[in-house]
């Protein structure tokens, strides 16, 4: 089992940046996939970034604006999110794919907004 605990979530303004930041209870392999997805109101849950066996993948509405990093002791898992847009705005999950099984944490909300 492993809990999930993400922060930094809050209200920032359009062009703005905010970091994410999302805590395992325990290392989590470089080869498992650590990543973030978002869910909009009212629309389905999407992957946003993930890095597996150092490398990284992007949707493409964040590529250039977003990046996704691991720390050494492989056990958080960072977003930094720069130009940010009012389509931004969406409840962040931290996500750790382990043996087949997808572990979630609770979520964060961003909101992008003047």
């Known amino acids: 089992q492993v809990q999930l605990v993400e922060s930094g979530g809050g209200l920032v303004q359009p062009g703005g940046s905010r970091r994410l930041s999302c805590a395992a209870s325990?290392?989590?392999?470089?080869?498992?996939?650590m990543g973030w997805y978002r869910q909009a109101p009212g629309k389905e849950r999407e992957l946003v970034a993930m890095h597996t066996s150092g490398r990284s993948t992007y949707a493409d509405s964040v590529k250039g604006r977003f990046t996704i990093s691991r720390n050494y002791a492989g056990n958080t898992v960072y977003l930094q999110m720069n130009s940010l847009k009012p389509e931004d705005t969406a409840v962040y999950y931290c996500n750790a794919r382990i043996a087949l099984t997808d572990y979630w944490g609770k979520g964060t909300l961003v909101t992008v907004s003047s």
């Open positions: 325990r290392k989590i392999f470089d080869t498992n996939g």
